[in-house]
């Protein structure tokens, strides 16, 4: 005889940030100033769609490789090489396989390849900036890519935002979608991120990747971790409303 499952945790709504936060001028436009009207969710947001690794390309996880430039040799991204890699778990620490992990990020400079992104900086004609991958059975991601850098974001008087990758995980549909962001250790502009900040203080620590010399790649690239929770206690901090 097995003891039943437990039910799962409920949220931790104290992790997260705020809908609207004052600080993040952006949020007083688009932040919901009425109690959100739950919606009962169709069929095909409950079953769909469904990702699986027959649906990655070879180089969707290699961020270095996939944006370069026809050439002979092809061209290398400019920036430093970092490998970025952790593992997808629910509340009791289960791994959670099978999940779309997918990345955006500024260039080493700082800059996005979107045409919203005006900043005075170069693009890279090798880089991309985004990519995607799926867990394995053990809950495990991995991606290989440039440190993104610091970029002005004009919030406030001498607005930077520290360096940081964009995390957008789905679930079994595309109603358990969740975002975050990935921020670097010891980055002094931390203290200084109204977005960061945003989120509640006994939570931050949760969106900082941790060095790992074991995820280092000898004369290549340096390692971060960064693991996901999805619910509970411990719970990463998403970027969603309530």
């Not at 959670?96 to 919203?116: C, F, I, S, T």
């Not at 394995?136 to 001498?158: C, L, M, Q, S």
């Not at 200084?192 to 509640?200: C, E, H, N, R, Y």
Request: charged share 25%; aromatic share 10%; glycine share 10%.
């Amino acid at each position: 005889m097995t003891d039943s499952p437990k039910p799962y945790a409920p949220r931790d709504w104290g992790a997260h940030p705020p809908v609207i936060h004052p600080d993040y001028k952006s949020t007083r436009l688009r932040g919901a100033t009425k109690p959100l009207i739950p919606l009962k969710q169709t069929l095909s947001e409950l079953t769909g769609p469904v990702f699986g690794h027959d649906c990655l390309g070879v180089l969707d996880n290699d961020l270095t490789r996939n944006g370069r430039r026809d050439g002979d040799p092809p061209g290398e991204p400019l920036g430093e090489r970092i490998v970025v890699s952790g593992k997808v778990v629910d509340e009791r620490g289960r791994p959670q396989p099978d999940m779309l992990v997918e990345v955006w990020q500024a260039n080493a400079a700082g800059r996005y390849v979107h045409k919203v992104d005006q900043h005075n900086a170069p693009l890279d004609p090798n880089f991309f900036g985004g990519g995607r991958c799926v867990t394995d059975a053990e809950g495990v991601y991995r991606f290989t890519t440039i440190k993104p850098g610091a970029y002005p974001w004009g919030n406030h008087p001498n607005a930077w935002r520290p360096n940081h990758i964009h995390f957008s995980l789905f679930g079994p549909s595309i109603a358990t979608r969740l975002v975050t962001q990935m921020y670097f250790p010891g980055d002094p502009l931390l203290d200084l991120d109204p977005i960061f900040l945003g989120t509640p203080e006994k939570a931050r620590d949760r969106l900082v990747a941790a060095f790992d010399l074991t995820l280092t790649e000898p004369e290549f690239a340096l390692g971060y971790r960064f693991d996901v929770v999805l619910r509970g206690a411990q719970e990463t901090p998403m970027e969603t409303g309530r």
